[in-house]
């Protein structure tokens, strides 16, 4: 069974020989044939809302009590919230909405509204979870009401409001940013928002009531709430309206980052040369794109016939990424945020439930350029311990050494003592040349700056 699946009880994810499946427990079979049934799932793949999957035979199935066992299409790289743009967040907070009412129109309804059944593929959110979806009387609250709202609604809000590394909380509350919390950090202003108030601030309000209130008796009888058709669609719209109406506009300086560089039109021409050459020269499938930015060698990475996932620490360079790649722009790039100097843990139950930034699978190649002296010299990582993460990640990499003379090397040593003797083209090689073979190395035109193309020994 796969980590991330033991929440369930309809079904779990399993492979067999390399293949993913998901098995459909007995539990869930009135719920598994009316999705079918009514069409549902035709019509969400037809519009690319949900992962595509066929069915395969019963005998794949990985334990008794199964009703069906599906293969579904994988998505390339799994990644999570916490690793998201505004955008990516809010688009997948949409796509929820969206999924929920389409539910409702055919008697059904999302069991649940976890961000992390949502998925990045081809420029646009996609639900992974084909159980997400049981049969439900017209008058049943939505029971995944609370858990939009701090899966998708709180992180956007206190982003939009307060930080964008707010969004980073996901990575410590794994189970959506608890609405207490979200309310005593937002500003008093967002009260007097409609949509705010209702989904956050009174929300939280009332799970503050309803966790002080004493236990019913034992013989008391249970009380049934209900909320009529029109009912559930206005909360629908009003959540849809909330979301839609919060704005985040990415502005920092490391998003404009590749206008400000030191590179002359010269140097910036024979870099692009440079890597373009190494990259037809590996002819790989995938490639990270660690330190990112907004995605320039990226698209080149791209355009050479690459799945790239482009990572980059700043949220606004990320966001700016993924505004300009997403939809059908450039399906074969994923802007991620990531921090290569601490990078996503493997988190939840058993520290397995999410994998880690290097449990995420193997690229063919890496690309990190203009990045070794911000690990070096910025975060006081040896080289050494740069060039053997770096081996971890990918058997091929283009690595840019920038030295000191260079100015941006100057401008992180500016405020600070030199300390880094090892820090040369010499200390590169030797440090590189430990885990790695260097192929190639080729100094770019009008810069001080050296690029290599190294193959793990």
């Known amino acids: 069974m796969d980590p991330a699946s033991f929440r369930d009880p309809s079904g779990f994810v399993f492979r067999r020989d390399g293949v993913l499946y998901r098995q459909v427990q007995a539990s869930a079979a009135a719920d598994w044939a009316a999705f079918n049934s009514t069409g549902l799932y035709e019509r969400l793949a037809g519009d690319r809302l949900i992962v595509d999957h066929v069915e395969v035979a019963l005998e794949l199935a990985a334990e008794p009590d199964s009703i069906a066992v599906i293969r579904p299409r994988m998505v390339d790289v799994i990644s999570y919230p916490y690793e998201w743009s505004f955008s990516q967040l809010k688009e997948a907070a949409l796509l929820t909405l969206e999924l929920q009412s389409r539910a409702l129109d055919i008697g059904m309804r999302l069991k649940d509204a976890s961000a992390y059944n949502i998925q990045m593929d081809a420029g646009r959110p996609i639900l992974i979870d084909s159980l997400s979806f049981e049969v439900a009387a017209d008058t049943e609250p939505w029971p995944a009401y609370r858990q939009f709202c701090e899966h998708f609604l709180a992180p956007l809000a206190l982003i939009a409001h307060r930080d964008a590394r707010c969004g980073l909380m996901l990575r410590e509350f794994i189970d959506g940013i608890p609405l207490d919390l979200a309310a005593r950090m937002l500003p008093g202003r ?236 010499g200390g590169f090689r030797e440090a590189f040349g430990v885990p790695y073979r260097i192929l190639r190395e080729t100094s770019v035109a009008d810069s001080p700056r050296t690029l290599f193309l190294l193959e793990r020994c």
């Open 190 to 425: 967002t009260r007097l928002n409609l949509g705010m108030s209702a989904h956050i601030h009174l929300h939280a309000g009332a799970q503050r009531r309803a966790a002080n209130e004493p236990p019913p008796a034992a013989d008391a009888p249970r009380r049934e709430r209900r909320i009529s058709a029109t009912g559930q669609r206005a909360l629908l719209d009003s959540l849809r309206r909330t979301v839609e109406g919060l704005r985040w506009q990415p502005s920092s300086h490391w998003s404009e980052y590749a206008s400000t560089t030191s590179y002359s039109d010269a140097a910036t021409a024979s870099k692009g040369e440079i890597v373009r050459e190494m990259l037809v020269a590996v002819g790989g499938r995938t490639a990270w794109d660690v330190g990112a930015n907004t995605g320039v060698y990226s698209a080149m990475a791209a355009d050479a016939g690459y799945r790239v996932v482009a990572w980059d620490q700043d949220a606004a360079s990320v966001e700016a990424h993924w505004r300009r790649v997403r939809g059908d722009a450039n399906p074969a790039i994923l802007p991620l945020i990531c921090d290569l100097a601490n990078p996503s843990p493997a988190i939840g139950w058993g520290l397995q439930e999410r994998a880690s930034f290097l449990e995420r699978g193997e690229p063919d190649l890496i690309l990190a350029l203009a990045l070794v002296h911000h690990l070096a010299i910025g975060n006081n990582v040896p080289l050494p311990g740069v060039a053997r993460l770096f081996a971890r990640m990918a058997p091929r990499a283009i690595v840019e050494f920038v030295p000191k003379e260079d100015p941006m090397t100057r401008r992180l040593l500016a405020a600070r003592r030199d300390i880094f003797e090892s820090y040369t083209i």
